[in-house]
């Protein structure tokens, strides 16, 4: 079994089978700690370096957060302006400058590539939290771990999987990455269904079909589709020419409790990477849906907290000395 | 007695007498904290969210001193830019995701009313540092403790107060807030100085009568004032339709010294909500009061500490248990 | 000696040689701590209010280190947008108040004298984290510190020293900084070398000569130095009046391995105040260097965490009991 310590975490392709469940088995036990039923101090005294020189609310609390239940403190960064990248530093000057303030390191950056060159000069591990449009893969294993427990839960594992994923395949950075960690699993039927400008790209595709996978494809959603989980993207409106060459599509793929009913078991998972946007025209994932008990869109933001903590505990390698730190809760939650 | 364990704080409407008696019991106790002659780890391992969708830095830090001065972590949010709500995800949807990074949220944001559509989607409990013009209740909190203290300093209680509004008691939402939780009280006086543009909305003046308090309503300073607090409020630029026209009403009701000394009494304890504006042509509050004993403006801003330690010991249902976990402090502070 | 316990830390004007021996006395003793050889929990519970009302990364994440290093906690300020200075409070408003909110304060400003003016409203301790072109005395600490551990490396002391300033002396607040440190000591040879237009300032030849120290001034980079430092500083383009009048100077004294082996001692230690510039035409400090061992500029930055500890520890009068709180340190770290 590969060990993580002192590894960074940059891309999806750096893992297999079996590392991925290690990560899950790591996260399973972080649980208790994100329920507040109990606490943990392992972490005491590390610091993280949370550097977002791109902003995501969501991806830097998580991280934050993550970081915190494991006891540990949280130095952060945020935006471009107020770094010293303006003025001509390198990735790798920032760097090494910044990994000399951190025992480990959670990175955004709206450049393809950045966060791999700037580990290249940290002296700590470093773990991606986006790097444009190349990689994100704290939210591809977080969307396989939701998978994963969301399948449990039905008495199933991932092997067997038939996934529907819906929308624009084209620009979305996440479903190409669980594409390609759905990959290391068996006999998974994937039905990939976008307009056709906006289709999964060919080498996504290959990629599939040649490690023995299932691939229909098609522009309509219709008939009655026995997937067993159903992802949803959003429309991304930055990705295209204009606003207007954006909203030819949107609503094309429109999910609520009436198309769910139609087209999907009754027991499909309905996930979405999120942020949903849910403003009148929007159409994408109504919020009709927010009573369905199979929408697990929540549970995969609570998961990211369990994966990233996963992360934390194996790069730092206390992953098997976690519990003995542990104390109690003292406080009112309801998680518990 | 109402248990505050679990819930939300949003206005000053959901306070009784009883309630208010609670908080400030509770807040005295976190004097040592403060004071730092001993420190509490009651909430260690706890985590606040604390989200800034507008900009506040007195509040935002007082929020978050607080919740460290209980022994937990702060992951902080500022600003709008930063948020997926600029991607048009509803704040019930931003609720669901960042309350599950969280134990408790305090949240301030431009829109009337938008901290209580968050907390309809928080899992954790929410308390409104500022919602536009429509809340702010923990100043309005922290207004009215000091005035309890100021009046225990001369061993008086709220009851049979004597308060002084002055300035723009229209635009003026502190004032507004304090109003009603001085209705709580019995027997208090009301002077209402401003011009007549800027009045107290009649719908305060109602609310004030109603409940069996005295109003007295005046367009100028004149006189000698047997107030017991003199709250100044600052002419909100902002809220005029132009700086000439707020600049009409601009040191109208100037406080300095000698004002003080011609319309007060020796012991007349002076408020303001902060920021004063001490630039030479605003006529607020002149910095000459700075040696008056009985300038109470900082004293106030120490009390939102308190405050806002006694809310989060209460809605995380710690208050009974805080000094349980007490160490010492060993570094030297002149707060001692 | 000196104590610092509740001392402001506001320029370089205020220490003697006695107390910078002391600061790097104790500076040595964190060097355990930032190794994650140890950790200590001396200021658990006390809080750092890290204002920045001027961005910059590597120092506001420096002090934040350092504090989180020592176990306390630090609440965040950065930018002035975000500030009630904005609404026309005063320095001394904004010090009296968030200096109720931390038991130590950290401050950036872009205002020459708005630390010390902020200092005077302060009831903690204030460390200037740089006021405009005024003063930034950690930075010259943290020079002065890595000078001394470079010296010792090599076995000898400060006094002696020979030291090549080279490039703007004119607008570096840092080699000004740093050369009146410097005075305190025995015995040291200055060449100064700049074209003529950017030499050092008159007044501070004057204090090196008057302290008894040699100075040689040049323009040009001749000949063989026997200097035991070299200090390259960068062409600071935002003073000059536009951008083709800073190119005049840019690469005039651009340091390289080939530029290094000419004109320096096989065993001179290279310094710069960082950031450095990396891009293509910059010409300041190339990247071949970063493979020889006597580049010490990442030391410098790594120097900085300690210098801050120091003062912290120093301001807060606990440096004679910081051990007294270690804990083992649990997580892989690669800098142990």
Known sequence: ???????HILSVNQFNHDSIQKIFSVANQMQPYALRQKRTKVLDGAILGNLFFEASTRTRVSFGTA???LGGEVRETTGMESSALAKGESLFDTARVLSGYSDVVAMRHPDNGSVAEFAVGSRVPVINGGDGSNEHPTQALLDLYTIEKERNY??????????????DLKHGRTVHSLSKLLCLFKNIRFTLISPKEL?????IIDTIENAGHQVVISDTLEGSLDADICYQTR????RF????????YRGKFRLNQQVYTKHFQSNTVIMHPLPRD???DANELDNDLNLNPNLAIFRQTDNGVLVRMALFALTLGVENIVSKYDTDVHWYSNKK
Do not use: C, V, W
Request: proline content about 5%; hydrophobic content about 35%; glycine content about 10%.
């Open 1 to 7: 079994m590969q060990s993580f310590t002192g590894e």
């Open 67 to 69: 970081f915190n239940l």
């Open 154 to 167: 039905h008495g199933e594992s991932i092997d067997g999987l038939h996934i529907a994923m819906i929308g």
């Open 199 to 203: 289709a999964m790209p060919d080498s």
């Open 235 to 238: 429309i991304q409106e930055e």
């Open 241 to 248: 020419p204009s606003k207007d060459e954006a909203n030819k």
């Open 278 to 280: 849910s403003r009148a």
